[in-house]
């Protein structure tokens, strides 16, 4: 099976700080993804990377920075931390572009900036 | 653009009472059409999906059918268990690709003994 590990469940950060949410998978994926998730607005793609290095920006990028040093782990930077970043946030990947490529989520993490 | 409207919840049922989660979207082209299912304290994971019109999605008991003449692909299961309690999410992708999913907002389903 193949496992997303977040390296966080909950997360309490004051506004301002330098935040970094840490994603691992296991299955050797091209694919990882982070999404933010709110209630009543589902879930919404902050970036994403198809390869070591290579990053494209999502629906809801701004506030937020991503780095892809190795293929297996992909880091969601929150560069001044701000209320309206509390929220779960969620990784993905999945092993290609297209739909016989599911993605594959990890537990999410809950981040609350006071 | 691109939406997917879900049925505001939450939804309670009975344990084998009958299940529909209503989805509709709004697309430029033909997208391919997924449902992810969230238990609690997890993450998503794919529950059934359907990439042309008139396919039908199965899985764990759960069916939907991709009716691209009412835009719907609504979630059914016949008889439901305390153990379906979980928040379930309609999709969309135009490309297939992961990378231009659009979700709806989710509805949580609570499944009473």
Known sequence: ??????????????TGEKVFLECVQDMDHENMFWYRQDPG?????????????????????EGYSVSREK????SLI?????????????CASSLRAGYNSPLHFGNG?????? | GNSVTQMEGPVTLS???????????T???YPSLFWYVQYPGEGLQLLLKATKADDK????????????????????KGSVQVSDSAVYFCALSLTGSARQLTFGSGTQLTVLP
């Open chain 1, 71 to 74: 293929k297996e782990r992909f």
């Open chain 1, 1 to 14: 099976d193949v496992k997303v590990t977040q390296s966080s469940r909950y997360l309490v950060k004051r």
């Open chain 2, 57 to 76: 999605g199965s899985n764990k008991g759960f069916e939907a059918t991709y009716r691209k003449e009412t835009t719907s692909f609504h979630l059914e």
């Open chain 2, 15 to 25: 344990e084998e009472a009958f299940l529909t989660i209503n989805c509709t979207y």
């Open chain 1, 109 to 114: 993490t809950r981040l609350t900036v006071t």
């Open chain 1, 78 to 90: 929150l560069e001044s931390a701000s209320t309206n970043q509390t929220s779960m946030y969620l």
């Open chain 2, 27 to 29: 697309a430029t082209g």
């Open chain 1, 41 to 61: 607005l589902g879930l919404r793609l902050i970036y994403f990377s198809y390869d070591v290095k290579m990053k494209e920006k999502g629906d809801i990028p």
